[in-house]
């Protein structure tokens, strides 16, 4: 299939090779090949998540998303992996178009995957990180402003892309409350080279998250998501649940022993070895300045969203979740929300245009 000519075209859609300038990125336990292949076909760039998959389950997911789109398509890495050079190994082989990382990349791990040609796409929450990726050779950035599910900062997206679009000359991708087509229009407006969402296409008919789940997305409400440190020890978007506000009023002992047992869990699931489990642990110690308690409290972090987003277990999970689930209140195909978010950018965009010329020829009367 050859791309067809887009209708928006920006730094992204040339750099990737897409049709449209919309990315859906990597969410754990929610970006598997279905919804990937379906975001690619629709012409914009699926992000497969990698974090909560092992080795052999994220070759079995690439095989498999390759088998059903032949558009380019990413994978999310966390540079801090034991295996992460091994990944990217497989990534090249692999001949995968994009890679996005999740946390701070490495220089070195950049500049393997430059020279084999993938683009290479991180993830930042703050210009200063833009700076340095882009000094390491990153082709791009996705900037998530707070308003964004998972791990945010504290900044909003209308402050967070000015700051970073005036540190940086590589393209920008602006992520965090994007949902529909004034989103894209607005990203589009401030300089940016397009939209990455992940609520948005975690509500759609293509996501492999549970319906009962999905409901419960859709019933909240603006206010209805909170920033917990209990969760990880860092920042994280979710819903705001009866778990996560026991959890917040947990006593620190009470909340660790439960996340030694979840991390117990995660290792005998993935079969990662105690031995793997500390020494990832020790380089997030060093790259992030965690304390050990958080180090473990981050372990515990996939096993209290598979609970949820796999197992559809509203009550035992945390459910990540970005501020725009307040607003979302339906469950589109990726196809029929692609096409939508582009026609109406290019209404808004043309409504934009017209407001111009209009106030020129009231100028010049
Ligand atoms: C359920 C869920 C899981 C996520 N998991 C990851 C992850 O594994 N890696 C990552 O880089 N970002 C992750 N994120 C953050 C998203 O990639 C994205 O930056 C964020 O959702 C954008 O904000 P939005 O939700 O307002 O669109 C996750 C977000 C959600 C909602």
Known sequence: MTTPTPRLRTALTDLVGI????????????????????TSNAGGLGILASATMTYAELEAAIAKTKAQTDRPFGVNIRADAGDAGERIDLLIREKVAVASFALAPKQDLIAKLKDAGVVVIPSIGAAKHAVKVASWGADAVIVQGGEGGGHTGPVATTLLLPSVLDAVDIPVVAAGGFFDGRGLAAALAYGAAGVAMGTRFLLTQDSSVPDAVKQEYLNRHLQDTVVSLKVDGMPHRVLNTELVQRLEHSGNWRGFTAAV?????????????????????????????????????????????????VEGNTQAGVLAAGQVTGIIDDLPTCKELVERIVDEAEARLDALAALRNSSKVTASE
Not at 19 to 38: D, F, K
Not at 264 to 293: E, H, I
């Open 19 to 38: 049709e449209h300038p919309i990315v859906q990125t990597g969410m754990g336990w929610v970006a598997g090949p279905s919804l990937v292949s379906a």
């Open 261 to 309: 047992a979840n991390a117990a869990k995660f290792k005998k699931m993935t079969g990662m070895k105690w031995s793997a489990l500390v020494r990832d642990g020790l380089a997030m110690r060093k790259t992030k300045d965690l304390t050990w308690s958080q180090v473990i409290m981050a372990a515990n972090t996939p096993m209290l969203l598979r609970a949820g987003l």
